[in-house]
């Protein structure tokens, strides 16, 4: 015959109030990093970049980390999900980006024959 454990009333609510709190905490971390990503977007659409990839780093699970090189000055994007058209239209360093100022459409150049191609395009 099997004995049956049985924990304290005080141990139970302790194991859930940790797995609330776990949760809770998950709940802000995830939700912050969205924010902040959404947010940091969102400062890119009024400005006009027009330069070349000088970075292009694999973050996790389809983003990327760019960093672009303009003559003015260096911008650096965090988590762009743009792995599909890396993969598809093989976009390296040295490629070439274009946006125009209070757009979400960031326009991708390859260079071939000493020429700047368009190979694709990606809406932020």
Same mark, same amino acid.
């Given at each position: 015959?099997?004995?049956?454990?049985?924990?304290?009333?005080?141990?139970?609510?302790?194991?859930?109030?940790?797995?609330? =709190?776990?949760?809770?905490? @998950?709940?802000?971390?995830?939700? #912050? +990093?969205? /924010?902040?990503?959404?947010?940091?977007? +969102?400062?890119?659409?009024?400005?006009?970049?027009?330069?070349?990839?000088? @970075?292009?780093?694999?973050?996790? #699970?389809?983003?990327?980390?760019? !960093?672009?090189?303009? /003559?003015? !000055?260096?911008?650096?994007?965090?988590?762009?999900?743009? @792995?599909?058209?890396?993969? !598809?239209?093989?976009?390296?360093?040295?490629?070439?980006?274009?946006?125009? @100022? +209070? =757009? #979400?459409?960031?326009?991708?150049?390859?260079?071939? +024959?000493?020429?700047?191609?368009?190979?694709?395009?990606?809406?932020?």
């Amino acid at each position: 015959m099997k004995e049956e454990i049985q924990l304290p009333t005080k141990y139970i609510i302790l194991i859930i109030v940790i797995f609330i =709190s776990i949760v809770i905490g @998950a709940v802000v971390f995830f939700t #912050r +990093n969205y /924010l902040s990503h959404k947010d940091e977007l +969102n400062s890119m659409i009024p400005k006009e970049i027009k330069g070349r990839i000088v @970075a292009l780093k694999d973050e996790n #699970r389809g983003s990327y980390y760019l !960093e672009i090189e303009t /003559l003015k !000055e260096t911008h650096k994007i965090h988590s762009l999900p743009i @792995a599909w058209e890396i993969k !598809e239209y093989n976009i390296q360093v040295g490629d070439s980006i274009s946006k125009e @100022a +209070n =757009s #979400r459409m960031m326009l991708f150049y390859k260079l071939k +024959n000493g020429i700047y191609e368009k190979c694709c395009e990606f809406e932020m």
